[in-house]
């Protein structure tokens, strides 16, 4: 499986940008892994600024439709960009 979600590493962002970034992870990881059509263990998010990357191994664009759908839904999400690849 992916790796467990983590905030990127950058500078440029506050003490509060950082732990806004790590809630929007848990969050989106936590719906993923919830979800029935999403397989949240092979999705890694990430997060910088509220701009989220999802990373990661679906089965179907049904799969990754859905995940980006729960990304956006979290509160703090600014964009969500996908680079989830179809097996």
């Known amino acids: 499986g992916a790796e467990a979600g983590y905030v990127e590493a950058r500078e440029g962002r506050s003490t509060g ?3 806004d970034d790590q809630l929007i992870v848990t ?3 936590t719906q993923l892994l919830a979800d029935p059509v999403v397989s949240g263990l092979d999705i890694n ?3 910088y600024a509220g701009e989220v990357s ?3 191994f679906v089965q ?3 799969e990754a439709d859905r995940a980006m759908a729960i990304a956006r839904s979290v509160a703090g999400v600014r964009d969500v960009r996908s680079q989830l ?3």
């Open 27 to 29: 969050k989106i990881k």
């Open 54 to 56: 999802l990373k990661g």
């Open 45 to 47: 998010v990430d997060s």
């Open 60 to 62: 179907s664009g049904r």
């Open 85 to 87: 690849v179809v097996e």
């Open 17 to 19: 940008q950082v732990i």
